[in-house]
């Protein structure tokens, strides 16, 4: 009886599932269908009306009451047995705050209270078919804090709470609302979202999060998890800790962008590197901004020399870092290595590089500039001639060897005494001796008979037959033995012998030519020239002074002046002046300062803002006793490198090495900035925080701008100034000896005051 049934049963369950299969396979088929269609309705209401229009060109083709034939009938009237596609206008969401007020205090509890309600023109119509949102399942909730990226929050329902344990801010909520509508056998939805409702919660006395926007908004460079982000994040110098939520395993890799990220904010105390959470307050769910930068990657490209026409291939190595992250490959880069210009032709091309991994950013430097990272240069393609050819009296010459010419191989016809040709190779100013050469000699002149060939005492005339081609072993090793003669054709008319004669005069004036040209060049005996890397040419003294221009040399007087000046020593300015204070060490300045950070409550301002009306040494003799200390700490430092030159002007102090200006010091604010002739892109933000002035005409040769307010900005300012002079070349002048520039300031180079 039992297994009756359970029989009974099971028939019962399979007939239901055919049921269920069929009618989806009818509905899917059908949208489907109609989703490859190409022309789209929009269904809307209007003053009471179900109106259709198209949405491609805006017609209207039904206006009345809802009916579903007449309203398939007007559609079909324009689309036949056409696919087609229907849109239903989005329902209008509104929220409403039932419960609070606009702006709470922090607490645990929900402090706010929504109702979100979405209507439609459909509502109206009495549509078979038609769905309203319901209050239970067809509503969605967003918030923003402080501008920043929605997160859901809540189930569904048109009713929702808000605020329990969610961090001081400003926020804006959001509900979303969605209704259908079964047209034809298919059923089409669509959503409203409302505009964004602003409330606040202030800080509470008690049990509130202290946390920062900084703590908040993080940067870090690809290749870490989310977890790994969030734990170094978590340092012993805050009072509180990051904790992932349970449903959120963290082993997500963030690609390069902007994330939102929610996060547990834990109050509690740090010892040995060890968090203790304080039991007593709740954790509280706050949004985490993560910023993932690309990861730097530095490539070394390789030279690459090829034959003309043989197979380019790129090759390359990874130099740093030693590994990728995420135990990615090189591969993963996806590099694109190519040539510049036309490689199929003889010659030098610069090998250029790119990625198209969006995590990464990728440098690339040549073989020369591996040890100094100089990541400004190139590699080289050298492309060797597989022919060299050269035409001359009525003869193409074409040399050809399998294993192609060196760069900058030239062929070169000189005269014989029995008034032939001989060829020979010449790379630079050196002959070169290839043995293994084929020698194809064309007519391409009507007027050439046949050669006459000479090969140490063996002589042979060689006709060129029909091809019109004559082939034979070279070795420009035998040059000297060999003789190429031009035999012309018999002409008796008159007009022909002058024009023969114009030849031998032409070929009298090449020779003579050939001949003055190598007396003037005095070409050296054969060699053989390997092929070698060529080197990088070095500047010279006579170069630098071609540079120097009308400002170096005015720069050039005043730094013998400032020379002039410097003779004296403290001691002797001094008892020239002596109710001068001399500017204290940057020790002494600071030590009643814990101001370790260059702190970002200086806003900049403009920097035009008072040029013109305060000098730079207006401002600097009215500076604070940090400010004239640490002018004086980067002015020394800059001037103890050789060949440095200063000149104070009115916007700022600005230094220069020969041709080129290299850094300024200014004054904006209450703030000292240093302005280098650096790329900002190569350097960390973070520990940097500074900011990219090449845009403007005043710093296009000094773009890297930092702030300079601290010992700790001192010590950072004097890395760059070593990373730049490294850059240039330049180096220290060890037996500079340091002087006080604020009393060059107060009383001028000649030592009077101003």
């Keep these: 009886?039992?297994?009756?049934?359970?029989?009974?049963?099971?028939?019962?369950?399979?007939?239901?599932?055919?049921?269920?299969?069929?009618?989806?396979?009818?509905?899917?088929?059908?949208?489907?269908?109609?989703?490859?269609?190409?022309?789209?309705?929009?269904?809307?209401?209007?003053?009471?009306?179900?109106?259709?229009?198209?949405?491609?060109?805006?017609?209207?083709?039904?206006?009345?009451?809802?009916?579903?034939?007449?309203?398939?009938?007007?559609?079909?009237?324009?689309?036949?047995?056409?696919?087609?596609?229907?849109e239903l206008t989005a329902p209008t969401v509104t929220l409403t705050l039932t419960s609070g007020e606009t702006t709470m205090p922090y607490g645990d509890t929900n402090s706010f209270q929504f109702k979100a309600n979405a209507t439609h023109g459909f509502e109206n119509l009495g549509i078979m078919g038609y769905r309203g949102a319901d209050p239970s399942n067809d509503y969605l909730w967003h918030f923003s804090r402080n501008g920043g990226v929605?997160?859901?929050?809540?189930?569904?329902?048109?009713?929702?709470?808000?605020?329990?344990?969610?961090?001081?801010?400003?926020?804006?909520?959001?509900?979303?609302?969605?209704?259908?509508?079964?047209?034809?056998?298919?059923?089409?939805?669509?959503?409203?979202?409302?505009?964004?409702?602003?409330?606040?919660?202030?800080?509470?006395?008690?049990?509130?999060?202290?946390?920062?926007?900084?703590?908040?908004?993080?940067?870090?460079?690809?290749?870490?998890?989310?977890?790994?982000?969030?734990?170094?994040?978590?340092?012993?110098?805050?009072?509180?800790?990051?904790?992932?939520?349970?449903d959120n395993d963290g082993k997500e890799i963030l690609g390069v962008g902007t994330h939102g990220v929610e996060v547990e904010y834990t109050v509690g105390t740090w010892a040995g590197g060890v968090f203790t959470k304080d039991e007593s307050v709740e954790s509280v769910i706050l949004p985490l901004t993560v910023n993932v930068n690309p990861y730097n990657v530095y490539i070394l490209l390789h030279h690459v020399t090829v034959k003309q026409g043989d197979e380019i291939k790129f090759t390359y190595e990874l130099i740093a870092p030693s590994a990728l992250p995420n135990n990615e490959k090189t591969t993963d880069l996806k590099l694109n290595i190519y040539a510049e210009g036309d490689t199929t032709e003889p010659g030098q091309y610069t090998i250029k590089g790119e990625s198209g991994n969006p995590n990464y950013r990728v440098y690339f430097c040549n073989y020369e500039n591996r040890d100094n990272r100089d990541y400004s240069t190139w590699a080289t393609l050298t492309v060797r001639p597989a022919q060299l050819i050269i035409e001359d009296g009525g003869l193409r010459y074409t040399l050809s060897r399998n294993e192609g010419f060196q760069y900058g191989d030239q062929i070169l016809l000189l005269d014989t005494e029995n008034g032939g040709k001989t060829l020979k190779v010449y790379n630079n100013y050196e002959s070169v001796t290839y043995t293994d050469l084929k020698l194809t000699i064309e007519k391409i002149a009507d007027n050439v008979d046949y050669i006459s060939v000479t090969v140490g005492t063996d002589k042979r005339d060689l006709h060129f037959g029909e091809s019109g081609v004559i082939t034979m072993n070279y070795s420009t090793e035998q040059a000297s033995e060999f003789s190429c003669v031009v035999v012309l054709k018999d002409v008796d008319d008159t007009p022909n012998n002058i024009a023969y004669a114009g030849?031998?005069?032409?070929?009298?004036?090449?020779?003579?030519?050939?001949?003055?040209?190598?007396?003037?060049?005095?070409?050296?005996?054969?060699?053989y020239v390997r092929e070698t890397r060529p080197e990088k040419e070095e500047e010279t003294a006579k170069d630098d002074a071609v540079e120097t221009s009308v400002e170096e040399k005015v720069e050039s007087v005043e730094v013998k002046t400032e020379s002039k000046k410097r003779v004296l020593t403290l001691e002797e300015k001094l008892s020239l002046h002596p109710d001068f204070e001399p500017t204290p060490s940057l020790e002494e300045a600071f030590k009643e300062s814990d101001n370790e950070e260059d702190a970002d409550e200086d806003k900049d301002v403009d920097e035009g803002a008072d040029e013109g009306k305060i000098t730079f040494k207006s401002k600097m003799l009215s500076a604070s006793t940090e400010n004239k200390a640490i002018y004086n700490a980067l002015k020394n430092e800059l001037l103890s490198y050789r060949g440095i030159k200063s000149r104070v002007v009115n916007g700022g102090d600005y230094f220069r090495r020969p041709g080129k200006q290299i850094v300024k010091i200014i004054f904006i604010g209450k703030t000292i900035r240093l302005a280098l002739a650096l790329n900002p892109q190569d350097y960390d933000y973070n520990l940097y925080h500074q900011k990219d002035r090449g845009n403007m005409k005043k710093y296009a040769d000094t773009p890297m701008f930092v702030k300079v307010q601290s010992l700790l900005g001192v010590r950072r300012a004097v890395k760059l100034i070593s990373d730049l002079m490294a850059k240039e070349g330049v180096k220290r002048n060890k037996k500079y000896i340091p002087d006080d520039f604020m009393y060059d300031l107060t009383y001028g180079v000649d030592g009077e005051e101003n």
Excluded: C
């Excluded at 109106?51 to 009237?77: M, N, P």
């Excluded at 460079?221 to 989310?226: I, P, R, S, W």
């Excluded at 030849?503 to 050296?524: K, T």
């Design 503 to 527: 030849i031998l005069v032409g070929l009298a004036a090449v020779f003579l030519g050939v001949y003055s040209f190598l007396r003037r060049r005095n070409w050296p005996r054969d060699i």
């Design 150 to 246: 929605e997160t859901k929050f809540g189930g569904y329902g048109a009713d929702m709470p808000f605020g329990a344990k969610n961090a001081f801010g400003e926020y804006e909520i959001y509900a979303s609302a969605t209704i259908s509508l079964t047209f034809d056998g298919v059923k089409y939805t669509a959503t409203g979202k409302s505009e964004g409702f602003e409330i606040e919660i202030e800080k509470s006395s008690a049990n509130l999060p202290d946390v920062s926007e900084d703590a908040l908004n993080v940067t870090h460079a690809y290749g870490k998890t989310l977890a790994e982000i969030v734990d170094a994040e978590n340092v012993s110098s805050r009072n509180f800790a990051f904790v992932l939520p349970k």
């Design 1 to 86: 009886m039992r297994k009756s049934y359970i029989t009974t049963f099971s028939i019962f369950v399979l007939v239901f599932a055919i049921l269920l299969i069929t009618v989806f396979a009818g509905d899917f088929s059908q949208s489907v269908a109609r989703a490859s269609g190409a022309e789209t309705f929009v269904f809307d209401a209007d003053d009471n009306k179900f109106v259709v229009t198209v949405k491609s060109t805006g017609e209207e083709i039904y206006r009345s009451h809802f009916d579903e034939d007449a309203i398939l009938s007007a559609i079909k009237s324009v689309v036949g047995d056409e696919n087609y596609l229907v």
